[in-house]
């Protein structure tokens, strides 16, 4: 159980272009999902936090403007990277966290963005 | 901010060997979580623990939920060449927020 899936796994676009990920929780539904930002040899930097139908919760220093994010059901999150520039490209994470009192948060996979 | 301290940052050890970490917070955390992360790929929880002092076992993974809710540990017995990865430990400590704060990570490399 737990399981989430992130699509697409990797994605090259060209400068100036948008490009849209997917994170869904395939077998529970996800109040709460996370989006990170991992850099190399790094631990992970939370971008926002987005709960279902309501606007999400950037951390400072991100562009809301630029990380557009979508939690429009239970199981579905997109995190949008509009107008890519070479310096985007990096591992993306989501994670979700079941309702209920737990925090355990249940990652995807990534999804590694290269923009040329 | 919050912080997390873990240590070491790496480790090298042979197969069949033990491993520990931990993980130190100046701050009083509710929930400790540990996490393996594989090269290209997301956390994968290992072992969650919610009450100090609580001993948490996972195969061959034991967690401990330190007393003072300060600090946790992860034991890793008898090691295989699978296990090689980076452990990260994180901390929720309530509050009203939903967010974790992740350490920096422990890279383990086991040689066979």
């Known amino acids: 159980g737990a399981v989430v899936s992130q699509h697409p796994s990797w994605v090259i676009c060209k400068s100036g272009t948008s490009v849209k990920i997917e994170c869904r929780s395939l077998d529970f539904q996800a109040t709460t999902m996370f989006w990170y930002r991992q850099f190399p040899k790094q631990s992970l930097m939370l971008m926002a936090t987005?709960?279902?139908?309501?606007?999400?919760?950037?951390e400072q220093g991100v562009e809301k403007d630029k990380f557009l994010i979508n939690h429009a059901s239970l199981t579905l999150s997109t995190l949008t990277v509009t107008s890519a520039h070479p310096e985007d490209s990096s591992f993306y994470i989501c994670?979700?966290?079941?309702?209920?009192?737990?925090?355990?948060?249940?990652f995807g996979p990534g999804t590694r963005l290269t923009v040329t | 901010g919050q912080q997390l301290n873990q240590s070491p940052q790496s480790m090298f050890i042979q197969e069949g060997e033990d491993v520990s970490m931990n993980c130190t917070s100046s701050s009083i955390f509710n929930t400790w979580l540990w996490y393996k992360q594989d090269p290209g790929e997301g956390p994968v929880l290992l072992i969650a623990?919610?009450?100090?002092?609580e001993l948490t076992s996972n195969g061959r993974l034991t967690a401990q939920f330190g007393i003072t809710r300060k600090d946790s540990f992860l034991n890793i017995s008898a090691s295989i060449p699978s296990d090689v990865g980076i452990y990260f430990c994180a901390g929720h400590s309530g509050g009203g927020s939903e967010k974790l704060v992740f350490g920096k990570g422990m890279k383990l490399t086991v040689n066979p």
């Open positions: 987005s709960n279902e139908g309501s606007k999400a919760t950037y």
């Open positions: 623990l919610y009450k100090a002092g």
């Open positions: 994670s979700a966290r079941a309702s209920g009192g737990i925090y355990e948060q249940y």
